[in-house]
C-alpha cells in the first residue's frame, strides 16, 4: 500500500523559515517524480514544486520561485520542502503527492 | 499559464441519476507521444484529493466504473453515472503536461 506522510506544519510568523518532510512507502521511491501541492483555506489546489526522480531538477512556479525549496534523500524515501520568507498567503494545507498518491496533508499558517 | 476552466462550479444531482463536469483549456494537453495530460480528482469533506481519471480517460485502480473520461485536446468531461452518496464533494480537472501545473476552481456535486 502506497503511503505519503507529511510533517513538520505548524504556526510560523511572516519572514520565517518552516521545512516540510514526506516519508513516502509502498514504492519504489527513486523511480519517480516527486511534488508538493497546496490548499488555502476553503480555496482550490495550487501546484507549489516538483523534483525529477534522481533530484536532479527542480521546477517552481512563479509565487513561490526563489523562495521555497524542494529535495529529498532517496536512500530515506524522504521528501523535503524548504520554505524561507514565509508571507501570509502561503498560509495552507501542503500535500505531497506524486499526482497519483496523496498524502494527508499538514497545515501551515503564517501569521504574527 | 494553462488555465483551467470548469462547469458548473455546482451540481446538485438526485441518487441514482448521472452527472456531468466539463473542464477546458486554454491550451492543447495533447502532448507528441499522443498522451493528453489531464486528469480528474475527487476530494471527499475533511480529505485529501484521491485521483479518479489520469491521461483523460484511464481508470485509478480502485475507482468504480460508474467513473469516466473522455475528451479532446481542449474539452474535457468527467462523467459520472448512477451517482450514490459516497461521490459527494468537490471534483478537480488538472493539468500536467507542463509547468506550472495547473487545477480548475472545482465543482461541487451535492446530492438533491
Known amino acids: 500500500e502506497v503511503q505519503l506522510v507529511e510533517t513538520g506544519g505548524g504556526l510560523v510568523q511572516p519572514g520565517r523559515s518552516l521545512k516540510l518532510s514526506c516519508v513516502a512507502s509502498g514504492f519504489t521511491f527513486n523511480n519517480y517524480w516527486m511534488s508538493w501541492t497546496r490548499q488555502a483555506p476553503g480555496k482550490g489546489l495550487e501546484w507549489v514544486a516538483s523534483i525529477t526522480n534522481s533530484g536532479g531538477s527542480t521546477y517552481y512556479p512563479d509565487s513561490v520561485k526563489g523562495r521555497f525549496t524542494i529535495s529529498r534523500d532517496n536512500a530515506q524515501n524522504t521528501l523535503y520542502l524548504q520554505m524561507n520568507s514565509l508571507r501570509s498567503e502561503d498560509t495552507a494545507t501542503y500535500y505531497c503527492?506524486?499526482?497519483?498518491?496523496w498524502g494527508q496533508g499538514v497545515m501551515v499558517t503564517v501569521s504574527s | 499559464d494553462i488555465v483551467m476552466t470548469q462547469a458548473p462550479l455546482s451540481v446538485s444531482v438526485t441518487p441514482g441519476e448521472s452527472a456531468s463536469i466539463s473542464c477546458r483549456s486554454s491550451k492543447s494537453l495533447l502532448h507528441s507521444n499522443g498522451i493528453t495530460y489531464v486528469y480528474w480528482y475527487l476530494q471527499k469533506p475533511g480529505k485529501s484529493p484521491q485521483l479518479l481519471i489520469y491521461r483523460m480517460s484511464n481508470l485509478a485502480s480502485g475507482v468504480p466504473d460508474r467513473f469516466s473520461g473522455s475528451g479532446s485536446e481542449t474539452d474535457f468531461t468527467l462523467k459520472i453515472s448512477r451517482v450514490e452518496a459516497e461521490d459527494v464533494g468537490i471534483y478537480y480537472c488538472?493539468?500536467?503536461?507542463?509547468?506550472?501545473?495547473?487545477f480548475g476552481a472545482g465543482t461541487k456535486l451535492e446530492l438533491k
Open positions: 503527492t506524486r499526482f497519483y498518491y
Open positions: 488538472g493539468q500536467l503536461l507542463e509547468n506550472p501545473y495547473t
